[in-house]
């Protein structure tokens, strides 16, 4: 069975579909697993790596005093890269890696954002482990959202 880059790689190209993602707990990783899928370069139009809250507020839209980690910060991080690069579909990752604590949340604290024609969304998950677990996790709970939604057909048109 095709993993999920595969599967994003054949629907986006099958379906004519633009992708990007927008990066504050990955910080470039899904970017990089995205842009290994075949024939990236005419549906991945890239990302944006937004770590501090500056990048977030200014350059993608998140209103100020919103918690980094949160539903909201994710949904507003899917929408802004979804608007400024002009695609279909766009996903967010945002959370706490780890090891420790950070505002109140607990090492592992994910929020998935995504946006489409259709409208925006998120998903709140917790992962175990190391820093590296938690970021090799996310990456692929996000390549398997951005699956789902090039899989929809009125989320992606």
């Known amino acids: 069975m095709a993993g999920p880059i595969e599967q994003l790689s054949r629907l986006a190209q099958e379906r004519g579909l633009t992708v990007s993602v927008a990066e504050s707990l990955t910080s470039g990783l ?8 075949e024939g990236a370069a005419d549906w991945f139009s890239g ?8 990048v977030k507020t200014q350059v993608l839209g998140v209103p100020e005093g919103v918690d980094p980690c949160s539903a909201e910060c994710a949904t507003t991080l899917a929408a802004g890269v979804r608007s400024l690069l002009k695609t279909d579909i766009a996903v967010a990752t945002t959370g706490v890696g780890g090891p420790d604590p950070e ?4 090492p592992g604290t994910v929020y998935l954002g995504w ?10 998950f917790r992962l175990e482990g190391e820093p590296a677990e938690v970021l090799d996790g996310t990456v692929e709970r996000a390549l ?4 789902t939604l090039a899989s929809d057909g009125d989320a992606a048109r």
């Not at 990302?47 to 500056?54: T, W």
């Not at 505002?103 to 607990?106: E, F, K, T, V």
């Not at 946006?115 to 709140?124: I, Q």
């Open 30 to 37: 899904l970017a990089s697993e995205v842009g290994k899928g």
């Open 47 to 54: 990302g944006v790596v937004a770590y501090r809250m500056p």
């Open 103 to 106: 505002d109140g949340h607990a």
């Open 115 to 124: 946006a489409t024609a259709a409208g925006t969304g998120s998903e709140h």
């Open 144 to 147: 398997r959202l951005l699956v």
